[in-house]
Nanobody, 126 residues
Framework: QMQLVESGGGLVQPRGSLRLSCAASGSTLDFYNVGWFRQAPGKEREGVSCITDSRRRANYSDSVKGRFTISRDDAKNTVYLQMNNLEPEDTAVYYC???????????????????WGQGTQVTVSS
């Protein structure tokens, strides 16, 4: 049974950067698409980004495009989310999630994801 553990969250000033990590255990991430989601208090969960296993294709929500970059390291069985130029509106609990799919397209629809981490808090504030 795959387990996902996020790390790297914290408090950062506006325009700062953080890198979140999502480490998988119990199974490799081979053939799994992986996504990052976030949920702020009183708001719905938002799909921020996802990346495929094959071809490393990624997509992003409009709110983070150009500022966030998703990547994966098969040797470490880990997926990253590099977040630059952070804004107070990025404050949320960030979750990583995965679903098995050997196709070359990923989705940010949370309903497709079968494995979830516990989340890590990101706070952007001066």
């Amino acid at each position: 049974q795959m387990q996902l553990v996020e790390s790297g969250g914290g408090l950062v000033q506006p325009r700062g950067s953080l890198r979140l990590s999502c480490a998988a255990s119990g199974s490799t991430l081979d053939f799994y698409n992986v996504g990052w989601f976030r949920q702020a208090p009183g708001k719905e969960r938002e799909g921020v980004s996802c990346i495929t296993d094959s071809r490393r294709r990624a997509n992003y929500s409009d709110s983070v495009k150009g500022r966030f970059t998703i990547s994966r390291d098969d040797a470490k069985n880990t997926v990253y989310l590099q977040m630059n130029n952070l804004e107070p509106e990025d404050t949320a609990v960030y979750y990583c999630a995965a679903y098995w799919d050997p196709s070359s397209i990923c989705t940010r629809d949370s309903g497709r994801y079968t494995h979830w981490g516990q989340g890590t808090q990101v706070t952007v504030s001066s």
